[in-house]
């Protein structure tokens, strides 16, 4: 037995090496599992984020190998509470990673688009452009609330292209008054001109952009309808990566995958690989739109679990999911909604927790500032479903009461879903082996896990 990725450091100051007791009988503790690997096996502690690499024989029952299995937390003695242990051990790193003042700021130029997309959930709803004015107070909001560092901006919409002029404000603003910044964006990609990208680097300092594709050209045009085409949309967003990827903005394409666009995806990945697989500025990853499927509907929704594990899979056949190595550990919170450090800020300067929630739910605004009891609401815990409570995954599942797109899994989504955390650990194991551990750098999960 060897170690591949150690637990994270601040799990094993909190919990520290589990005691030895001769008389106690021990088992496999309920957050481990295996993963295949050819002759070997790795065995991986969700809960700390260790991975071990077992030889050919061996396994959690070797005698030998008691004593440092128990050290490191992946034996427990039969009668542990496994679930009261890994919510002892959230409670304390949520103490332990405490960061006072926000430094994330989603912000929504507008709710305006110049694509028609069919499952948007922003469809049908009230069109907002952030005002000047806005833009002006949100620099003041930003200066008062922050926390300590450089802030990331996150421009979202609507389109958030619609609006450059408050992207420039804000950035203006924030340069004046000496506040370090870097951004990211969610765009469809098609505004960008060579203009607008050289400002996006120099002006907004944008490191990160996730551009949506929905098929290979036909479906792409079909599906996205934009109000304001005048070429090819699919050729001018290509284009548009392709120029931002090599004006050194990082490019994410989400491939949206429905129940009938599976073939097409396919052929998409395809084309991507060829036009982008030797640029490493340029990744891409599967999405599933389970939200255009009933609700009850189980074989539609085994169907697709099954079909983005193949797509998946191609995608990193083809080297465009740039693998970094991630420790795969106990997660703290569910995204930006129940966290501290993040706010977004609508296009009239309302504070949200959620993009879904633009017009209600919120939690103060720009003036007033954030109404900390309000926000409280967010943060209250998705009740457990039946498979939750022996669930292997479970410390890195971490879901939201108020999420509108949340729910416990049924058993086809918990599979897609440890398929997913196993095909990281997967990962972690080439990109070791490939660079010799010694360089290997973890990169803590943070990424939003549910929309
Ligand atoms: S919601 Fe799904 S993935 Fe999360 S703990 Fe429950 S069964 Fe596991
Ligand atoms: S995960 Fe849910 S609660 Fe969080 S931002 Fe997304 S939709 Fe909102």
């Not at 912000?107 to 688009?113: G, M, Q, R, V």
């Not at 193949?310 to 795969?328: Q, W």
């Amino acid at each position: 037995m060897k170690t591949l990725i150690e637990t994270d450091s601040m799990i094993g100051k909190i919990l520290g090496k589990q005691g030895y007791e001769e008389d106690t009988s021990y088992r496999l503790l309920s957050w481990c599992g295996y993963i295949d690997v050819g002759e070997e096996r790795l065995l991986h502690n969700y809960m700390t984020g260790k991975t071990l690499v077992m030889e050919p024989g061996e396994d959690h029952d070797t005698k030998d190998l008691k004593p440092e299995l128990i050290a490191d937390w992946f034996l427990v003695p039969e009668d542990s509470n496994d679930v009261q242990l890994l919510e002892e051990l959230r409670s304390a790193m949520k103490l332990f990673d405490y960061k006072k003042g926000i430094n994330s700021f989603k912000i929504l130029t507008t709710t305006d688009c110049n694509a028609r997309c069919f499952y948007c959930y922003e469809a049908g709803i009230k069109k907002e452009n952030m005002s000047r004015e806005n833009a002006e107070k949100t620099v003041g909001f930003i200066e008062k609330v922050r926390g300590e560092g450089e802030v990331t901006l996150a421009w979202f919409g609507g389109e958030p292209m619609m609006n450059t002029e408050v992207m420039d404000i804000i950035c203006r603003g924030l340069k004046d008054r000496g506040i370090g910044y870097a951004s990211v964006m969610t765009s469809n990609g098609y505004l960008f001109d060579e203009e607008q990208i050289e400002k996006s680097v120099i002006d907004w300092n944008l490191k990160n952009i996730q551009i949506t594709l929905d098929g290979t050209k036909k479906i792409y045009n079909k599906v996205k309808a934009y109000t304001d085409a005048e070429d090819d949309p699919y050729e001018r967003v290509l284009k548009n990566i392709r120029n931002l990827a090599d004006a050194g903005v990082r490019v994410n394409i989400r491939l949206n995958m429905g129940a009938g666009n599976f073939d097409d995806t396919l052929k998409l990945i395809d084309e991507l690989s060829a036009g982008f697989s030797e640029n490493e500025n340029v990744s891409a990853y599967v999405s599933g739109l389970f939200q255009e499927l009933e609700k009850d509907d189980v074989t539609l929704k085994k169907d697709l679990s099954e079909k983005l594990i193949i797509a998946a899979k191609k995608i990193a056949d083809s080297g465009l999911d740039r693998p970094k190595i991630k420790n795969i550990h106990t997660r703290t919170g569910g995204c930006m909604a129940d966290n501290d450090n993040h706010i977004g800020i609508s296009p009239s300067g309302k504070l949200m927790k959620c993009e879904h929630f633009i017009f209600d739910r919120l939690v103060g605004d720009i003036d007033s500032g954030k109404d900390d009891e309000l926000s409280k609401g967010w943060k209250e815990r998705m009740p457990d479903g039946d498979l939750c409570g022996k669930c292997t995954v479970r410390p890195v599942c971490y879901r939201l009461e108020g999420c509108p797109v949340s729910h416990p899994c049924d058993e086809f989504e918990q599979r897609e879903f440890t398929l997913r955390k196993e095909s990281q650990i997967l990962k972690n194991w080439e990109l070791i082996n490939r660079k010799g551990a010694k360089n290997v750098e973890l990169t803590a999960v943070s990424d939003n896990e549910i929309c």
